[in-house]
């Protein structure tokens, strides 16, 4: 939990510092970047956390890895946070400033989970509805999950919508099940 605060700390500084440079758009790549490698490396982010390993090796290794892909704002802050200490939380760092700038473009993001792929008529007529609920940017992750059937499941920030072949059948059952039947002869 600590971690976390002092992640969204250092992303609020990050996102801020970039909004007054005007260098936002940059910075909000480069998180995406930073998510990505960072989460996408076991090996890089356990020698990130590994106290075996020295700072100035630790920068190296970002260095060489980050340099020629993500600006020198991100780069310089990156500097500053591994020789604070905290080289271990630039992943949280990445998703934390994600979240945030969410927050500040106004941009929901959106689960949706279906039985097979969705189609681009489908996509938009979700989008539109989602958009009818919220005022602002909708950012739509999709899932297939065949286990549902059919149908969908919508998850929105702490609000869900299941309405799924699934649940629907869960749901026939428990009734059925509880409700003692008895045929009329």
Known sequence: MATARVASRYAKALLSLAEERGELD?????????????GGSADLAVMLN?????ADKKQAVLDAVFS??????????????VGKGREGLIGDLAIEGKNQLRLMRNVK???????????????EKVLG?????????????EQVDPNILGGYILKMGDQMVDASIKRQLRSLGRELTEHDYEPEF
């Open 68 to 81: 020629k892909h993500v600006s020198t704002l991100t780069m310089g802050y990156l500097r500053i946070m």
């Open 129 to 141: 509805q989602v958009a009818k609920v919220h005022n602002g940017e909708v950012e739509l992750q």
């Open 26 to 38: 940059a910075v909000a790549n480069d998180l995406v970047t930073l998510d990505e490698v960072v």
């Open 109 to 123: 993001e959106v689960s949706l989970t279906t039985a097979s792929p969705l189609t681009s008529e489908l996509r």
């Open 50 to 54: 590994s106290p075996v390993v020295k």
